[in-house]
């Protein structure tokens, strides 16, 4: 369905019992972030949170995607598999043969369906111009500041639109926005994205980019924003889709080459000058947990401001998951699985990102498998797909196992393991927020390929012995090794041939050498698979909090160790465990020269502010700060880990 604006949204959220109003005063630096932050981690997404009173003249919306019920409601869709269903019946119907012309006839009410979604431009002036600022001043806005170490304030929902200047081609994307001043933020866009291709065409012509950011609106809009489409579709077109009526668009007043939704609450209009010196932009709790660290972006010069009457400022916080941005990403699993399917990789069954995954860093695909080789294929083919590009681990299954349900799955997977053979590496373009790589926006990746094997695709080594199954391993098997802080053993007594094992690193080649020496002097340790390996602060035992740090630290090619010896247990076969390096990487320990981020904790300043007006928010049952949890996880206090 089509919501005729931010508010009407709201106003289905309260009704749903989705949202919550807050007319306690909260402060926008940090203190909005932090309640939002114990919320969101409360069970299934918490509540939309509406603080009505912040010291400025607008209340701040957050969380509002944050649990699967928002998400859906926000797409006008009872679950979020309705989307892909409709995109594949669409595809189908077009493509099938029309051997009559009934046949095509049939298909013209489809079209001409289709065509009434495409985003239009009238005339006037909409709704989100009805205040104009006499000078603007982004400072007036609730703009939030997120986190400790952050560069600054950020806009975090900015729906950002930039255009082709040859082609004149729209293009609808999501980046930060740190504000500097009145009428100056960063641009935060990434040399991968489509509004970079744009600055760096107006930079070739020596020509002022034109830019303009909308806030709030229908909420589909801050969703098509970020959803991973080809480069010259318009998002408008992907929204008009979804909420089945076409987006009415405005020209900008200062920059009329720019048109943006009517309905929106907020436009910020302004330029980007091709020549001028880049501004450090940054630090930034980003959406894996860790701060994204500075670097240079460009200035994005504010000409106007305008919003509609009574308008909301909508805003979210991105950090240790899960956060509502999880949501998101869950939409863009569920709704391009058909267009992936039917476009590049037609034996795609079902696609899932964990949350421990942050998006890129984990992707699980189930395939319909019919030949050998089939795995090395479709692994081929998602890392040439789009955004897929930027995956770390992809964990191939087939349809033997649901996916979904992650113990059956790693039981399936391994069974059908040979670590020497069944997992490739690669090198690739990285997400620029990877801070694992070696060379910022390029290292490793890793495709685990656990479909049931071909004939071809057996090698002696392939499965385990039943004695070899049978090993115990305990704890007291690690004493000897004094680095060893912790290891998990649980995924063992679920039929999982992989540990955790958790590490205080004091040398060069500290973990290549301890993987040799477990498996060395460990009998059991034939019993093992994989070795996980992360840092000494965390809890091994945590496996959620332990996959998301292995995950986010591991380069894949970089820091895998391969151990390969004669099995004691049975004579002439041969004992492969893969080891892979979770941990820190340090200048000392590791030759790694880039900054490695900290993670992302509340102040203790700010966590006992929230604590003390905690009832006057009206959120039911105190929740503590998740922080607590993760401080002794942290290297110093800034945002680099020290």
Not at 560 to 575: D, M, S, V
Request: proline share 6%; with cysteine; hydrophobic share 40%.
């Amino acid at each position: 369905m089509a919501y005729k604006n931010q508010q009407e949204f709201i106003n289905a959220l309260e009704k749903a019992g989705e949202l919550v109003r807050i007319s306690a005063y909260v402060d926008p630096h940090l203190e909005i972030a932090e309640i939002t932050d114990r919320v969101s981690k409360s069970g299934n997404g918490g509540k939309a949170l509406l603080f009505e009173n912040t010291g400025y003249d607008f209340p701040v919306l957050m969380n509002a995607y944050g649990s699967e019920k928002r998400m859906c409601m926000a797409l006008g869709v009872n679950h979020l598999d309705d989307v892909a269903h409709e995109i594949e019946s669409l595809f189908k119907l077009l493509t099938k043969p029309k051997e009559s012309i009934l046949d095509k006839l049939n298909l013209l009410p489809k079209l001409g369906q289709f065509a009434s979604w495409m985003p239009k431009v009238r005339s006037g002036r909409g709704e989100c111009q009805e205040v104009i600022l006499a000078e603007p001043d982004i400072t007036k806005l609730p703009v939030i500041t997120c986190w400790p170490k952050d560069g600054g304030p950020f806009v975090t929902l900015p729906v950002i639109h930039t255009k082709d200047p040859d082609t004149h081609t729209r293009n609808v994307g999501m980046y930060r926005m740190q504000v500097f001043g009145p009428t100056l933020t960063g641009m935060h866009w990434h040399k991968h994205k489509v509004s970079a291709k744009h600055f760096a065409a107006y930079k070739k012509m020596g020509k002022r980019m034109p830019v303009a950011v909308a806030l709030g609106g229908d909420p589909v809009y801050a969703y098509s924003a970020t959803a991973p489409l080809p480069e010259n579709v318009d998002e408008y077109m992907l929204a008009g889709f979804l909420r089945k009526k076409k987006v009415d668009l405005v020209k900008c007043i200062t920059q009329p080459d720019i048109e943006v939704p009517a309905d929106a609450d907020f436009i910020i209009e302004g330029y980007v000058e091709p020549d001028e010196e880049l501004i450090w932009e940054g630090p930034f709790g980003d959406h894996t947990g860790y701060y994204s660290l500075p670097d240079w972006y460009p200035r994005f010069h504010i000409t106007a401001i305008t919003h509609r009457r009574n308008a909301v400022y909508p805003a979210t916080i991105v950090g240790i998951p899960p956060q509502e941005d999880a949501w998101l990403g869950k939409a863009t699993e569920r709704i391009f699985l058909a267009p992936i399917k039917m476009t590049m990789v037609p034996e795609i069954i079902d696609m899932d990102m964990p949350i421990e995954g942050v998006f890129h860093n984990l992707v699980i695909t189930q395939i319909q498998k019919d030949y050998a080789g089939q795995g090395q294929k479709v692994m081929n083919a998602m890392w040439g797909a789009g955004q897929m590009m930027f995956n770390k681990i992809l964990v191939l299954a087939d349809a033997g196992v649901k996916i979904q349900d992650y113990g059956a799955l790693a039981r399936y997977v391994f069974k059908n393991l040979d670590v020497a053979n069944d997992v490739a590496f690669s090198t690739g373009p990285m997400d620029v927020l990877d801070h694992s790589c070696s060379k910022m926006g390029f290292g490793g990746k890793m495709c685990i390929d656990g479909t049931a094997k071909m004939e071809e695709e057996i090698t002696d080594q392939n499965h385990f012995s039943k004695a070899q199954q049978q090993l115990s391993l305990t704890e007291e098997d690690f004493r000897q090794f004094p680095e060893i802080i912790g290891v998990n053993l649980s995924l063992l007594a679920m039929d999982i041939p992989c540990i955790i094992v958790s590490v205080q690193k004091n040398r060069l080649r500290h973990i290549s050498e301890l993987h040799n020496k477990m498996g060395e002097s460990v009998l059991a340790m034939e019993s093992v698979k994989m070795v996980l390996y992360v840092e000494h602060t965390i809890d091994a035992k945590n496996l959620p909090v332990a996959l998301w740090r292995f995950c986010n630290n591991l380069d894949p090619k970089r820091d895998q160790y391969l151990l390969q010896l004669p099995a004691r247990t049975e004579p002439g076969k041969t004992f492969n465990c893969l080891g892979l390096d979770g941990t820190i990487k340090t200048r000392e320990f590791d030759n790694f020269q880039r900054d490695w981020p900290n993670i992302i904790v509340a102040a203790d300043d700010t966590i006992a502010a929230v604590d003390k007006k905690w009832d006057s928010l009206g959120l039911g049952a105190f929740i503590p700060s998740p922080s607590l949890s993760f401080k002794h996880q942290i290297y110093g206090e800034e945002a680099v880990a020290q």
